[in-house]
């Protein structure tokens, strides 16, 4: 895998958060360059069978709609998860192409990125997180970025099972 190293120096607030979290998402989507189908379906940690590289793209894609949509928003939560299955977006990720939700993953992100292009950092969420409180966008960007940082890990770890290889 080849290294990225995009992180911005001194940089103003907007700029360092919303750089720092392309750098994450790239970082997950390079970690799946070259991995086949078969590969990217595979569950490889015997305590998380659903944790394979196409559940953990989709995961990523979909956490991303709940905190962009559903809470800053507060548009109605129509997630692929339900009570009883919270996880199902990890689920039904291998019943698709690794390069379907790579691009559904894409897709996405640039449309988020014109929405926090056109909102302040101060802006509250229209939609309250655990307890009724209610979250601005500067959080739920450093949220993101945190949760997808965390998620690269794993995908690290998945890859280096497959094939060796390791990266940012």
């Known amino acids: 895998m080849t290294r990225i190293d995009d992180t911005p120096p001194a940089w103003d607030e907007r700029t ?3 750089t720092f979290l392309d750098y994450t998402r790239d ?17 490889l940690l015997p305590g998380s069978p659903l944790m394979t590289m196409s559940g953990l ?3 990523l894609r979909w956490v991303e709609y709940y905190w962009f949509q559903v809470v800053f928003l507060g548009e109605e939560d129509r997630g692929p998860w339900t009570d009883e299955d919270p996880d199902r977006e990890m689920r039904i990720a291998v019943d698709f192409p690794l390069t379907q939700l790579l691009d559904e993953y894409a897709e996405q992100s640039a449309g988020y990125r014109e929405l926090v292009a056109g909102n302040s950092l101060d802006t509250q969420a229209k939609g309250a997180v655990r307890d009724g409180l209610h979250v601005d966008l500067r959080w739920i960007l450093l949220h993101l970025t945190e ?22």
């Open 147 to 168: 949760e997808t940082a965390r998620h690269n890990g794993h995908l690290d770890i998945l890859r280096e099972m497959l094939d060796g290889q390791t990266g940012d």
């Open 16 to 18: 360092q958060l919303t």
């Open 27 to 43: 970082t997950a989507r390079a970690k799946c360059d070259g991995v086949s189908a078969e590969n990217a379906r595979k569950a």
């Open 57 to 59: 793209i989709n995961h």
